[in-house]
């Protein structure tokens, strides 16, 4: 498996923004594409989105799209998550992942 660090967490207004990041711990970060899950409190995981190996595609949630946006720096083994006009349902715990490996979360609460 594949460590990874997510962070970039906190708390925000509906309406606000903010920017997630995660650094993976490889030497084979361009070997997969990475992508977002989240878990909402007493809900199941979702996926956000996706990006391919060479951040060239991404794909999203029909719930995100328009909202959010997956990039990646390959020369920095860094993978973000760009969330623009938040909602109160985008509260969750946010998790990167790195082909099958899935890092620890780092949390998101949209509160007014």
């Known amino acids: 498996d594949v460590q990874l660090q997510a962070y970039g967490g906190g708390s925000v207004q509906p309406g606000g923004s903010l920017r997630l990041s995660c650094v993976a711990f490889?030497?084979?970060?361009?070997?997969?594409?990475m992508g977002w899950i989240r878990q909402a409190p007493g809900k199941e995981l979702e996926w956000v989105g996706t990006i391919n190996r060479s951040g060239t595609s991404a794909e999203y949630a029909d719930s995100v799209k328009g909202r959010f946006t997956i990039s990646r720096d390959n020369a920095k083994n860094t993978l973000y998550l760009q969330m623009n006009s938040l909602k109160l349902e985008d509260a969750a715990v946010y998790y990167c992942t790195h082909g099958t490996s899935r890092g620890q979360g780092t949390l998101v609460t949209v509160s007014s």
């Open positions: 490889t030497d084979t970060f361009t070997r997969n594409g």
